[in-house]
């Protein structure tokens, strides 16, 4: 969690009033922010969202064509069937949701 990213970070003991500074640093920024500037969590959001299409979309068929076709690893292992066709497709459909996801961050 992010307190114990902190608490790691800062080297400070997850202890008494030291724990409760780290939960103040953790929820007291965002809460700032979504109170002074709510406009701020919708785009937070959206930024995220592009890069979740980016990780979980594209990346994935990325990897698959360069470990089938390009580096040829595992020629006889079994692979999902559609081959070049489905990855093909597959790449598109990623390109569609992360342009569509640009578009809602511009």
Known sequence: SLVDFLADGLNLPKTGKTKFG???MTFVPPLFIVTWMPGM????????GVICVILFALMPVLMAWRGRYVMR??????QVFGGRVALSGALLLALALTAIAITQVV
Do not use: C, E, Q, S
């Open 22 to 24: 780290l939960h103040v």
């Open 41 to 48: 969590f919708k785009m937070g959001l959206t930024y995220a």
């Open 73 to 78: 690893i595992a020629p006889d292992a079994y």
